[in-house]
């Protein structure tokens, strides 16, 4: 009963070095998205996968990749991170039954200095 | 631009009292509004889901209800307690106008309900 699972929970990086944010679904979900949280922003999409082998740009996509591996996973890295990158990222999965909620994962609090 | 707003920000309140919580949106071409919890440091959790054809949706305490015309959706707490504590986020999910994949999340209402 896992449902959305994100690695890690907590990341210190420097300004420059690169990661990935590993996201991964157990209920089958065909879609999967990537936000991040900033106090006062809200939860902006960076990017989404509707389907497995797709997948599409956000609101705030610049700075980040993303790679649907299969129907399970969906990783977001970071290639050269920057100050303004540190955020709460969270991954979230639908089933593409349009009246069903989104899921989401607890979170990746991500500090650049 | 599709934009949802909550007001308020913020709102503390001693234990037992019934509660309003507002969502506005700019464009009435929805598919459904969702309501999400949030506890400090943990994921969203969806607690209702308004269909464009609803008006309302209850469980348990929650009452959310859904005014297209007006580009509104409340959620109503009853009876309010400390574990109601959290901040409650509404998403809005586009019809014909926006890409139906994509959820506009409101930057929440903070609540506080203290004993």
């Known amino acids: 009963n896992a449902g959305v699972t994100q690695t890690p929970k907590f990341q210190v990086l420097k300004t420059g070095q690169s990661m990935t944010l590993q996201c991964a679904q157990d209920?089958?979900?065909?879609?999967m998205y990537w936000y991040r949280q900033d106090p006062g922003m809200g939860l902006r999409l960076i990017y989404y996968?509707?389907?497995?082998?797709?997948?599409d740009k956000g609101e705030v996509p610049n700075g980040y990749n993303v790679s649907r591996l299969n129907k399970r996973e969906f990783s977001l890295r970071l290639e050269s991170a920057a100050p303004s990158q540190t955020s709460v990222y969270f991954c979230?999965?639908?089933?593409?039954?349009?009246?069903?909620?989104?899921?989401f994962g607890n979170g990746t609090r991500l500090t650049v200095t | 631009k599709q934009e949802v707003t909550q007001i308020p920000a913020a709102l503390s309140v001693p234990e037992g009292e019934n509660l309003v919580l507002n969502c506005s949106f700019t464009?009435?071409?929805?598919?459904?509004l969702q309501w999400f919890r949030q506890d400090p440091g943990k994921g969203l959790t969806s607690l209702l889901l308004?269909?464009?054809?609803?008006r309302e949706q209850t469980s348990g305490r929650l009452n959310a209800s859904l005014d297209k015309s007006s580009g509104r959706s409340t959620l109503y707490i009853a009876a309010s307690q400390p574990g109601d504590s959290a901040t409650y986020l509404c998403?809005?999910?586009?019809?014909?106008?926006?890409?139906?994949?994509?959820?506009?999340f409101g930057t929440g209402t903070r609540l506080q309900v203290f004993p």
């Open positions: 998403a809005f999910r586009g019809g014909q106008t926006y890409n139906t994949d994509k959820l506009i």
């Open positions: 979230a999965s639908f089933p593409r039954t349009l009246n069903s909620p989104l899921h």
């Open positions: 209920m089958n979900h065909n879609s």
């Open positions: 308004i269909q464009s054809s609803q």
């Open positions: 996968s509707a389907s497995e082998g797709t997948t």
């Open positions: 464009d009435s071409a929805i598919y459904n």
